[in-house]
């Protein structure tokens, strides 16, 4: 079953939510309306809140977690991720900020506290060190991830296409599941 609680917090899916039967959402996690879970997914919403906006896709065996609460740090470090977000397959999200209409690129690791602001394209295999913010409107990409150029406005139009093919996508998948 993709849906576990963890001590008493439950999953919480909007309506037209898709989970892959492989995928796994544990614990304190949100899901907005329209978005999708891939195959062997993992959001893990154990120590700390995971939120996915609406129209948002987390694809194949990506791994979303959180960092605890601690006395000097009594948020922790949760989870965020926007509305109309691609994360892209095998990425890694680990208690950071995802804004809104933003892609993150195949295999990324995007560590604790760090801020990705709206309109970003995050180039496949990149890791965003702990703390950093990627400013809005410009592709980054690197090992670590480095502010390559600003996007074009036709880009920026794509991220939301994206996206709302992700949406196409599942409902394809949800009418087939009926």
């Not at 989970?19 to 329209?34: E, K, M, Y």
């Not at 960092?67 to 890694?92: M, W």
């Not at 950093?132 to 794509?158: D, Q």
């Amino acid at each position: 079953m993709p849906l576990s609680p963890y001590l008493d917090a439950i999953p919480r899916l909007a309506g037209g939510v898709y989970l892959h039967p492989s995928a796994q959402v544990i614990g304190s996690v949100t899901l907005g309306a329209d978005s999708s879970v891939w195959c062997n997914a993992i959001l893990r919403g154990d120590v700390n809140d995971i939120v996915i906006g609406r129209c948002t896709n987390i694809q194949d065996l990506t791994m979303g977690h959180v960092a605890h609460r601690t006395p000097d740090k009594p948020g922790g470090s949760p989870l965020t991720v926007g509305d109309y977000v691609t994360v892209g397959h095998g990425v890694l999200l680990h208690g950071c900020s995802i804004g809104n209409d933003c892609l993150i690129g195949m295999g990324s690791i995007v560590m604790d506290d760090v801020v990705v602001q709206d309109h970003v394209m995050l180039g496949a295999g990149s890791l965003v060190p702990p703390g950093k913010t990627l400013e809005s409107g410009f592709l980054y990409m690197g090992r670590p991830a480095e502010k390559i150029r600003a996007l074009t406005p036709a880009e920026i139009e794509w991220l939301r296409y994206s996206a709302e093919h992700y949406v196409r996508v599942k409902n394809n998948y949800l009418q087939g599941a009926a």
